[in-house]
């Protein structure tokens, strides 16, 4: 009996405390911190540029029965309604036809009338063809980015092509249109009709 306890006794003076692993705990961890990097969602601060229209830029809401053309002339590009007459201009800037504006309207436009697919662009004489494609191109569709990616939405996808209509002096030395309606129907490809280059 006495020996026993003696061997117990021994043994609790023997006895080395408990020891934490950690090697196994620095593994652990650093698995999960490079699982959580790699599954990780980053926010993106995105900076957005807003472009104010100059101050001699007036923009009309279009109206009901909307027949939507845009005319491409020298100096400027308008977006007008058949019926009522302009709704926009957007003259030349120093590095020539002020497209961005002309695809932000056109935007505003397909807001309030999502289901028009139609449009007509109407161009003047000796219209060169590279304006004429970039033209329609902003009529059709602009681009949006979903995340890293750029993808493009519809605006007027169905394009009619015609000859713009000939100005007089209005009050104010502006341009105005007389009368004119489309005289083909574009297709998809951007091809213009009448011979104009």
Excluded: C
Aim: aromatic letters at 6%; zero cysteines; proline letters at 9%.
């Amino acid at each position: 009996m006495r020996r026993s306890y003696q061997i117990r006794k021994l043994e609790r003076h023997s006895r080395k405390p408990a020891e934490l692993l950690l090697v196994p705990m620095i593994d652990i961890f650093t698995v999960l911190v490079t699982f959580l990097l790699m599954t990780a969602v980053f926010s993106r601060t995105v900076i957005l540029q807003l472009n104010l229209p100059p101050p001699n830029t007036t923009w009309k809401e279009p109206p009901p029965g909307l027949q939507l053309e845009v005319m491409v002339r020298k100096d400027l590009l308008q977006v007008a309604d058949r019926n009522t007459g302009p709704l926009a201009t957007f003259p030349n800037t120093a590095s020539g036809y002020d497209y961005d504006d002309l695809t932000e309207y056109l935007k505003r436009v397909k807001a309030k009338f999502p289901d028009k697919t139609d449009a007509s662009i109407l161009l003047e004489q000796d219209t060169p063809y590279d304006t004429l494609v970039q033209v329609m191109d902003r009529v059709r569709v602009f681009e949006v980015g979903q995340g890293m990616s750029t993808v493009q939405a519809e605006l007027f996808p169905d394009i009619s092509i015609g000859d713009a209509p000939s100005t007089t002096e209005a009050p104010g030395g502006a341009a105005a249109p007389v009368a004119g309606a489309p005289a083909a129907t574009a297709p998809a490809s951007g091809k213009r009709s009448g011979g104009h280059s």
